[in-house]
């Protein structure tokens, strides 16, 4: 069983940044593939971005084409925390963004693949 717990949500002016986090719990954290989903008002849960352990080799990230070049996926698997970095926000990336977690995860971009999901936090982006 995995808990997630994310922070770092809030309210910022277009072309700021913010700083997500997701805490989980969990031994075996740096082998589970960990993605950010985010759903704005009246629409579907959309993927946001994913870091997929690949062993020694180095992690594999990957981003919906929407926030390339804006938004940086990383982890610290001595901290069990995954982070999302937000750069040059835009009003449309105004959603709840939700941490997610899973196993051995074939495609990455779909929610389903996903086991375990954390409460989500707001982020506001103001123009």
């Known amino acids: 069983q995995v808990q997630l717990a994310e922070s770092g949500g809030g309210l910022v002016q277009a072309g700021g940044s913010l700083r997500l986090s997701c805490a989980a719990s969990?031994?075996?954290?740096?082998?589970?593939?960990m993605g950010w989903f985010r759903q704005a008002p009246g629409k579907e849960r959309e993927f946001v971005a994913a870091i997929s352990w690949s062993g020694w080799s180095g992690d594999v990230r990957t981003y919906a084409d929407s926030v390339k070049g804006r938004f940086t996926i990383s982890r610290d698997n001595a901290k069990n925390t995954v982070y999302l970095q937000m750069n040059s926000l835009k009003p449309e990336d105004t959603a709840v963004y939700y941490c997610a977690a899973g196993y051995d995860i074939v495609v990455v971009t779909r929610t389903r693949g996903y086991d375990y999901w954390g409460q989500g936090t707001q982020v506001t982006v103001s123009s």
């Open positions: 969990g031994r075996t954290f740096r082998t589970y593939t």
